[in-house]
């Protein structure tokens, strides 16, 4: 009686093995990898695509825009996450991706609650990112050294941020942290300490800088005031098909984009007043 009963077990778990072969090879599976500044939005879609299509799995990853773009370039996941065009990264070939706009988020220089500063100009905020203020007094704030904490080189939001407010050059060596929510406790923790986050990512643990007067909001962001922004891009190698197709479409709804995007701090692309192209040129 034991045979038949080891038979019968195998055959269940190789018609188990076939179906989850056969569940994979229908493609109800994708992976999202790349931006720490739009993984919220993208988990909290996904969670809410999972609960009204079941057995349709979106497996969302961080890791920062470059390898969101060198991963779905290499074909490895489904969806590349990025706070920049694929453009402005070197060793990607935009050509063969396609850009879906999602949102739009701006970023923001945030400082430890005892600097005392509420605005700085843009010439000085260069200034302290290229290492040539060393004390917050010199611009205005209370007496301390200023602690630069810069995220990691591959990140989007740096990226943006050395573009807009350095024009170009690169900040100055300094610590480097991969994790947006560290970069937060981090200048929390640190008299002194300044960096920049993604709007969605500030809480009141940390003050943030209006620049030349202009505060960083979501309405100056829209008009391209305040310019220290970027599109949140879901790259895909080719036109998307199937599950990655449909999550795509969903994203963009308008149910995800009235109902989560605006929510969790970020801009529906359909409210910006003003566009940009890669290279920053506003398109009339």
């Known amino acids: 009686m034991k045979k038949p009963i080891w038979i019968l077990s195998t055959i269940s778990f190789l018609i188990l093995l076939s179906g989850c072969s056969s569940w994979i090879d229908r493609g109800e599976s994708i992976t999202a990898v790349g931006s720490s500044a739009l993984q919220p939005l993208v988990e909290t879609a996904a969670e809410s695509f999972q609960t009204n299509n079941p057995g349709r799995f979106i497996n969302v990853q961080g890791g920062g825009s470059g390898t969101g773009l060198s991963q779905v370039q290499a074909g490895a996941v489904e969806i590349g996450n990025s706070d920049v065009f694929a453009e402005e990264k070197s060793g990607i070939d935009a050509s063969k991706l396609i850009d879906h706009q999602v949102a739009a988020v701006g970023i923001t220089p945030i400082i430890n609650q005892a600097v005392g500063l509420t605005n700085i100009s843009m010439a000085d905020l260069r200034r302290v990112f290229l290492g040539e203020v060393i004390n917050w007094q010199e611009v205005g704030g209370n007496d301390l050294p200023i602690v630069l904490l810069n995220r990691a080189s591959g990140s989007g939001t740096r990226n943006t941020f050395e573009r807009w407010v350095l024009q170009g050059e690169t900040a100055k ?77 969903y994203i963009l709804s308008d149910e995800v984009q009235e109902s989560i995007v605006g929510k969790l701090g970020y801009i529906p692309v359909s409210r910006m007043q003003v566009q940009r192209d890669w290279q920053g040129n506003v398109i009339e």
């Open 173 to 249: 060596q300094s610590q480097e942290q991969d994790s947006t929510g560290m970069v937060r406790q981090i200048v929390a923790d640190t008299p002194g300490a300044i960096s920049y986050l993604a709007f969605s990512y500030v809480t009141e643990e940390v003050d943030t800088l209006a620049i030349d007067g202009i505060e960083p909001t979501d309405e100056n962001v829209m008009t391209n005031q305040w310019i220290i922004w970027s599109y949140e891009h879901m790259y895909t190698n080719g036109e998307p098909t199937g599950l990655t197709k449909d999550f795509l479409e």
